[in-house]
């Protein structure tokens, strides 16, 4: 375990910068999933690590900050194929939560939030598809933001949701993260200030009050400086949001699997940033149609219940409505499978 911590799965990986400027004497640690030149990312996943060969270039949020005069020291540990917010990791163990050791420290950018808090790191790198940058910092109590989506450049990462993944940092301090920021995405162009604060009732009122009571002061004072109103973000119930948000994350959880299979099987290196494209496979290795494929879906449903016309085109409802580039949403006799709890990135 290093230093204690086990944050890392490499710690003695180092890159120098390759320029000077705002983050020059910073050090910073990347989570498993951004690409290093001539290092193998295992996504917290052994298989992973024994199919996928070593990157060619870095990934761009990474060749940002050694523009910017950072130093990469060391690649820290992600829940496996990171899809989990507990931080725990079968393969490679779990990083010890400098700030509450008998408590986990938050997933799936464990790793690097441990690496932070325990001063190993200026700051870190992760990534936030469902809170994997922001529970994480949370639990170890560090400064952590997931940026609007496609901000960041996340080139060189590898995804597990591609309309949720999202490059992320955390800091121990608020004015690293804020030059950490300015680094990946640009300074401001000023006239950024907040004139107008619409507060959502409905996610209001599910905080804890032990959360939402300390808040209540500040957020009236917003109120009364801006133009504000109140809404409810979502009328059938944030339930249901999350209930779907789940459905499409485990779909592309997945679809990573079973595409990360397929190259397993094949045998050789899967691209270094990703996994082999399912075009690329043999045909004695597709899925085909006919008879054998009639065997395949009878041994399914020994009870005689084929999906049924009615039933194909509930499926190819999901999949018109599920935007360009995410997993399909599984059908329903496959949901049970994908209900878990956690979703991460």
């Known amino acids: 375990m290093q230093s204690g911590w086990n944050a ?14 705002l983050l020059s004497r910073l050090v910073f640690a990347v989570k498993d999933v951004f690409a290093i030149a001539g290092h193998t990312n295992s996504a917290g996943n052994p298989d992973w690590l024994d199919s996928h060969g070593p990157a060619e270039s870095h990934a761009e949020a990474v060749e940002l ?9 060391g690649v820290t540990i992600t829940d496996e194929l990171m899809f989990s917010l507990n931080g725990e990791n079968h393969h490679y163990g779990t990083p010890v939560n400098p700030a509450a050791p008998g408590r986990i420290p938050g997933g799936s950018s464990s790793g690097s939030a441990v690496a932070v808090a325990a001063g190993l790191a200026d700051f870190a790198l992760g990534t936030d598809t469902g809170g994997s940058v922001r529970v ?3 639990y170890c109590g560090l400064f952590g933001i997931r940026p609007t989506h496609g901000l960041a450049p996340i080139g060189g990462v590898i ?7 999202t490059v992320g940092w955390m800091a121990r301090d608020a004015e690293t993260l804020r030059r950490v920021g300015e680094a990946l995405l640009g300074a401001e162009d000023g006239g950024g200030e907040f004139r107008r604060l619409i507060v959502a009732e409905d996610a ?28 409810t973000l979502a009328p059938k119930g944030l339930a249901a949001w999350a209930a779907t948000f789940r459905r499409m994350d485990c779909g592309a959880q997945a679809a990573l699997r079973s595409r990360h299979r397929r190259a397993v099987l094949l045998g050789g290196h899967a691209p270094a940033g990703g996994i082999r494209p399912c075009a690329a496979r043999p045909r004695e290795h597709s899925r085909g149609t006919g008879r054998a494929a009639r065997r395949r879906r009878a041994a399914r449903h020994p009870d005689g219940a084929v999906p049924g016309a009615a039933h194909r ?15 399909v949403v599984v059908h329903r006799r496959s949901r049970r499978a994908a209900s878990g709890d956690d979703a991460g990135a």
């Open 313 to 327: 085109a509930e499926r190819r409802r999901d999949r018109a409505n599920a935007r360009e580039g995410d997993a």
């Open 65 to 73: 900050l050694l523009r910017q005069g950072a130093r990469v020291k």
């Open 8 to 21: 890392y799965i490499k710690e003695d990986l180092i890159v120098e910068p390759t320029g000077s400027g």
């Open 159 to 165: 995804p597990l949701a591609a309309s949720y993944d």
């Open 204 to 231: 209001w009122a599910i905080a804890e009050e032990s959360c939402r009571q300390p808040l209540a002061a500040s957020l009236a004072a917003l109120e009364r400086s801006m133009d504000s109103r109140r809404v």
């Open 136 to 138: 994480p910092s949370s």
